[in-house]
């Protein structure tokens, strides 16, 4: 069931013992969704645990540093920034995924698997619904609230060049600014230039990486175990890589491939007018209309054939 903010507030205000489940491969926004949103509990009273399958990247230290909460066993589970309960990643999804009693986010390809969900498409980040409805119920946001819900926009927005971003979302990060003094330059230094030795190997790379298709309407980055391990880049480092798969001029569509243990994660970005989000939905998978991903098993090569194959269709 889809809710608004006044039903999302008299739930957060009745809660208690709150599970905050973020995605796997953790980014920006779901990091700072659930420790902004986690402050806000706190300062309602109530105790609240952010969950994640795999670790969160050093970079956000700044943020996850107050620690992910105690533990206990919760009453309230909470989803942020997650549009399918596959995307929490097995034993998460095992433990929670039927479970969930609200979902707080901003993908259209939301599955509606929690009992209430508060969606807002609109929003360029999980984290501009979290400070709506932080203003909504009037509850304080702290410094470190306000710098991990600023790191969530900024990210999810590209550092507000996509066109996901609103005036709402510069609005936001103004606010920030003028009554927190946050330190924005700082934060996006390291969200958006700072890099690995592995990772700037990796960008080296890119001219025998990427393969282009349908007169380089389509670009394709594959980074597969062997080549992360021959560039000594770690697959965590790869985070904010997808957009390189658009930079090329003339190019509609992007890829970028990575593989895991068990599958192949792929993610979409479109530069102009294709709507990635139907692609991946058709393939499993889902998104926003310009930045989307779908999960593959099975032969690499099989694998692009089929993502050359399907989107051709999209391409006139
Ligand atoms: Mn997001």
Redesign the pocket.
């Known amino acids: 069931m889809y809710i608004g903010f006044s039903e999302a507030e008299t739930f957060l205000r009745n809660c208690r013992d709150a599970v905050i489940i973020t995605h796997r491969n953790p980014?920006g926004?779901?990091i700072g969704?659930g420790f902004g949103l986690k402050d806000i509990l706190t300062e309602l009273g109530i105790r609240s645990r952010v969950v994640c399958h795999d670790s969160f990247p050093a970079r956000y230290d700044f943020i996850t540093s107050v620690g992910a909460g105690e533990d206990f066993e919760p009453q309230t589970i909470i989803a942020v920034?997650i549009a399918d309960t596959k995307l929490m990643g097995e034993d998460i999804e095992a433990l929670y995924g039927s479970k969930v009693q609200l979902c707080i986010d901003?993908?259209i390809s939301n599955k509606n698997y929690a009992e209430k969900t508060l969606l807002r498409g609109d929003a360029a980040?999980?984290c501009e619904i979290i400070y709506d409805l932080a203003l909504h119920m009037g509850v304080k946001v702290s410094r470190h609230c306000a710098m991990s819900l600023y790191t969530?926009i900024a990210t999810?927005s590209g550092c507000f060049k996509y066109s996901c971003t609103t005036p709402r979302s510069h609005e936001i990060a103004a606010k920030m600014m003028r009554e927190y003094d946050i330190d924005f330059a700082l934060i996006n230094r390291n969200m958006f230039d700072v890099k690995s030795p592995g990772r700037m190997r990796l960008e080296a790379s890119l001219g025998s990486l990427l393969e282009s298709y349908y007169d380089g309407k389509l670009h394709i980055i594959t980074v597969t175990k062997e080549t992360a391990a021959s560039l000594g880049v770690a697959m965590e480092e790869l985070e904010g890589f997808a957009p390189m798969t658009i930079q090329l001029e003339g190019s509609e569509v992007g890829i970028l491939i990575r593989q895991r243990d068990n599958d192949y994660k792929c993610s979409f970005r479109s530069a102009n007018n294709v709507n990635v989000s139907e692609i991946c939905q058709n393939l499993g998978g889902g998104g926003h209309v310009k930045a989307a991903g779908c999960n593959l098993t099975g032969d690499i090569d099989e694998i692009k054939k089929l993502l050359v194959d399907t989107v051709g269709g999209y391409l006139e």
């Open positions: 980014d926004d779901c969704a920034d901003h993908h980040a999980a969530g999810d």
